[in-house]
């Protein structure tokens, strides 16, 4: 990761930080003057976004080192750890504020919302939009896949905010209806702890090459060198901003060794100019008949 991305994912990191920590003083008071299960697991998911939110200060520091010894292509896989400890902390808590909502339903506890409650819920949604507007733009500038999994945790939870400010209007209506938005809120943090876990669990476990980005990159290489090289066999490894690209090509057997290596020379410059990868070309001679 660049200094001036590391620098973005870090400030980013001790807003949300900041901001949360805030939030959830308010959310949880409210939760207790009002005695809505659904404020009170509102504030702790709050206070989850602190602790997450701390992971990718720490993941954005640890992928901005350079490479060394024992980590040659950097520290980028930082950030897809980090992003997977925020996944799991978000799986926790969804699962704890199903049990809670059960228990609360089963008691049939009912809520007396207030305008103090009204007022919390409203600073919630827009604190936490502006924050997952930060995340994404942020995000976007750098890449970083732990600033937009925090984002995405910030639109959750101001989602979950809307969803309880119509829920206090139907409070004197509806006994039950504290323990439902302590569901659904359940229910949106499970959903992004899954989109969360599988997108960063099969970038670490690897996955299969974009066919557009090959695509792109043939034609590009088949330009380069005026001849259809049969460019094949992709692999791609990422780490973090950092990607190393291998592939393989094929030329004329009785081509000279000096020839295929500057032929793939050109190629791995190419495409670290182009795409910005490190490449790998492993060239093999043209078989019989081709």
Known sequence: M??????????????????????????????????????????????????????????????????????????????????????????????????SAYEKFVSRETVNFGIFAIIVTVISIVSKELLAQYGFWASRKTGSSSLKADAWNHRGDSLASFVILAGIFLGKHLWWIDSALTVII????????????????????????????????????????????????????????????????????KMSLDEAHTICTQI???IKQRFEMNATIHPEPIEAGK
Request: charged share 20%.
């Open 2 to 99: 660049k200094a001036s991305d590391q620098k973005y994912v870090i400030i980013v990191g001790w807003v949300s930080i900041l901001v949360n920590a805030v939030l959830f003083v308010i959310k949880y008071w409210a939760g207790i003057v009002s005695g809505s299960m659904a404020l009170i697991a509102d504030a702790w998911d709050t206070l989850t976004d602190c602790f997450s939110s701390f992971i990718v200060v720490i993941g954005g520091k640890l992928a901005g080192k350079p490479a060394d010894k024992e980590h040659p292509f950097g520290h980028g896989r930082a950030e897809h750890i980090a992003a997977i400890v925020i996944g799991m902390l978000l799986a926790i808590l969804a699962f704890n504020f199903m049990v």
């Open 186 to 253: 359940a229910l949106m943090i499970a959903r992004a702890s899954y989109e969360i876990l599988s997108k960063e669990i099969k970038a670490l476990l690897g996955e299969e090459v974009d066919p557009e980005l090959v695509d792109r990159i043939t034609s590009e290489v088949n330009t380069l060198v005026q001849r259809n090289v049969y460019i094949h066999h992709f692999h791609l490894h990422k780490y973090g901003s950092h990607q190393e690209l291998s592939c393989h090509i094929k030329l004329p057997a």
């Open 268 to 270: 791995e410059e190419m």
